[in-house]
């Protein structure tokens, strides 16, 4: 079955840096884009990056400049490395991945705080 799964998360002090994984299995990762979005208790689910089929970028204004998506079509694995870190990047981060279907990981907490 379809499987996302994000690691890499956790506490880190404003300034720092985390890089976020996502391992897909169960579909054919080379043909779907693939994205990551966050959510904070309240508010809608945003995107933050996304990268296609070709290696075209998208990135939230927030996050540009700081934040960087790759994909490894070979380990079937979607990155985010996130420098920089704010406290408003707090944030629970869900990995996602979109062709004709959408499908969703369980998501994987970034807290930003001294």
């Known amino acids: 079955q379809v499987q996302l799964v994000e690691s890499g998360g956790g506490l880190v002090q404003p300034g720092g840096s985390l890089r976020l994984s996502c391992a897909a299995s169960g579909f054919i990762f080379r043909i779907y884009a693939m994205g990551w979005y966050r959510q904070v208790p309240g508010k809608q689910r945003e995107l933050v990056a996304a990268?296609?089929?070709?290696?075209?970028?998208n990135y939230a204004d927030s996050v540009k400049g700081r934040f960087t998506i790759s994909r490894d079509n070979s380990k079937n694995t979607v990155y985010l490395q996130m420098n920089s870190l704010k406290p408003d990047d707090t944030a629970v981060y869900y990995c996602n991945a979109c062709r004709l279907a959408n499908y969703w990981g369980q998501g994987t907490q970034v807290t930003v705080s001294s």
């Open positions: 990268i296609d089929t070709g290696g075209r970028i």
